[in-house]
């Protein structure tokens, strides 16, 4: 093994040592204070740019061991947002699911037509108001083709950590943000088809469809060989690894050969085995994984990602209308909605703030559009301040919306008692 070689390997040990380090002691930190850990965590990846060979994570830099070394962790983050994707499906109630089917759709659908009308109209106030078919009015819509995208990696880890996945509405939020990122690449190729004058952007939507059946098909007779196997080999060791594989071969083919994300394919295969009778097995051998090394290094880097460098007076004006609406944009529609399918007020509240979350599907659009002439370099800093508010605000809203009624009052009568008690001592 030649020097170079051994330099990038040595970088790569001691920046994934840092990262793993660092994001787990400040995700405890946040849980100690009453925010959950993958708050913390995104809080660690925009602290370790301040390290030399951190600061431009995802550029170019001059030094070929650091690019490396950073485009290693990239990779990593990858593979673990697809373990906390698979780990999703595997703990997915399929019977709630088939059951929200209908209503999931609903709210996905105004999930992704809320945010790109309000999306639209507010990039059209600073790009100005033009007619149809001129260059600022595909980047206004643009604009709002970026706010549709819905990451929920980040709201399943939240909804683990509460115990709330299995429950009516975290299979709702699951279900809707997974139909929400099929819907939203059937908009970005209709916006990229028709701003290039290509068309060809109904292939999409028969690509989606191809892919839907595919999965039943190969699904369902990957189900039966799990099933098979696992009557004759119950808990065995295997199981996960036979799992993870497939897992990693569906994120592969939705990606490469149907354009779909690669997070959707993962949470698919989990949904294909969570059925199995030794699915919760096999969720806590892939958890272990995720929760030690791969999760740390994805939340992490969402913070590492982040340069406000370049942020000007009218960026930040545009960033923080962007941000505004796409926070307030999906709490509208899929909240509204919500509410008009039967869930109540609570319910739709919390079903909004899941489906605000923005990650790495929004970077993908974003860059997308970066490659076609749609948005500019400059405004690409305002996607990831998106991206970096909901992901550190939505697990903290969505802790208090889970909170029954029941414990702030049992909290408020603690410290009432607490208070008496205080002052008849004192008396």
């Given at each position: 093994m030649n020097l170079p070689n051994t330099e990038i390997i040595l970088q790569i040990l001691l920046s994934v040592g840092l990262i793993v380090i660092v994001a787990k002691y400040f995700g405890i930190l946040a849980r100690k204070i009453g925010i959950p850990e993958v708050a913390g965590m995104i809080v660690a990846g925009l602290l370790l740019r301040f390290i030399p060979w951190f600061h431009n994570y995802g550029g170019t830099d001059s030094n070929v061991i650091y690019n490396e070394a950073n485009q290693f962790i990239s990779y990593m983050s990858e593979i673990g947002v697809i373990l906390i994707m698979f780990s999703a499906g595997l703990s997915t109630n399929l019977k709630s699911l088939i059951e929200s089917g209908i209503k999931s759709t609903i709210i996905a659908a105004f999930g992704v037509i809320t945010p790109l009308i309000m999306g639209t109209i507010m990039a059209m106030c600073f790009f100005g108001f033009t007619g149809f078919g001129t260059i600022e009015f595909f980047k206004s819509v643009f604009i709002g083709t970026i706010l549709t995208a819905t990451s929920v990696s980040i709201t399943v880890a939240v909804l683990k950590e509460f115990g709330k996945i299995k429950t009516d509405v975290g299979q709702t939020i699951i279900s809707s943000a997974i139909i929400d990122d099929v819907f939203g690449i059937i908009v970005l190729t209709i916006v990229l088809g028709v701003s290039s004058g290509n068309g060809g952007y109904f292939s999409i939507i028969l690509k989606t469809v191809l892919f839907f059946v595919c999965a039943l098909v190969v699904g369902f007779i990957i189900y039966k060989l799990f099933k098979w196997y696992d009557k004759r080999?119950?808990?065995?060791?295997?199981?996960?690894?036979?799992?993870?594989?497939?897992?990693?071969?569906?994120?592969?083919?939705?990606?490469?050969?149907?354009?779909?994300?690669?997070?959707?394919?993962?949470?698919?295969?989990?949904?294909?085995?969570?059925?199995?009778?030794?699915?919760?097995?096999?969720?806590?051998?892939?958890?272990?994984?995720?929760?030690?090394?791969?999760?740390?290094?994805?939340?992490?880097?969402?913070?590492?990602?982040?340069?406000?460098?370049?942020?000007?007076?009218?960026?930040?004006?545009?960033?923080?209308?962007?941000?505004?609406?796409?926070?307030?944009?999906?709490?509208?529609?899929?909240?509204?909605?919500?509410?008009?399918?039967?869930?109540?007020?609570?319910?739709?509240?919390?079903?909004?703030?899941?489906?605000?979350?923005?990650?790495?599907?929004?970077?993908?659009?974003?860059?997308?559009?970066?490659?076609?002439?749609?948005?500019?370099?400059?405004?690409?800093?305002?996607?990831?301040?998106?991206?970096?508010?909901?992901?550190?605000?939505?697990?903290?809203?969505?802790?208090?919306?889970?909170?029954?009624?029941?414990?702030?009052?049992?909290?408020?009568?603690?410290?009432?008692?607490?208070?008496?008690?205080?002052?008849?001592?004192?008396?």
């Open positions: 080999h119950p808990r065995s060791h295997r199981i996960p690894i036979y799992a993870l594989g497939v897992a990693l071969i569906f994120a592969y083919c939705a990606e490469k050969f149907f354009g779909i994300a690669d997070i959707t394919g993962a949470y698919i295969a989990g949904i294909v085995l969570c059925n199995l009778h030794d699915a919760s097995y096999m969720e806590s051998k892939i958890d272990i994984n995720s929760y030690m090394f791969f999760s740390p290094v994805f939340f992490a880097g969402i913070g590492l990602k982040t340069d406000l460098s370049g942020m000007n007076m009218d960026l930040l004006w545009f960033a923080i209308a962007f941000v505004i609406i796409g926070c307030v944009s999906k709490i509208i529609g899929c909240g509204g909605i919500s509410k008009c399918l039967g869930y109540n007020w609570r319910e739709s509240y919390q079903i909004g703030l899941g489906m605000m979350v923005r990650g790495e599907v929004a970077l993908i659009v974003a860059t997308k559009g970066l490659s076609c002439g749609l948005i500019d370099s400059q405004y690409f800093t305002a996607v990831i301040l998106l991206i970096i508010v909901s992901s550190m605000l939505v697990p903290i809203l969505l802790k208090r919306a889970f909170i029954p009624k029941s414990e702030h009052n049992s909290e408020e009568k603690s410290i009432q008692s607490s208070e008496q008690t205080s002052k008849q001592k004192s008396e």
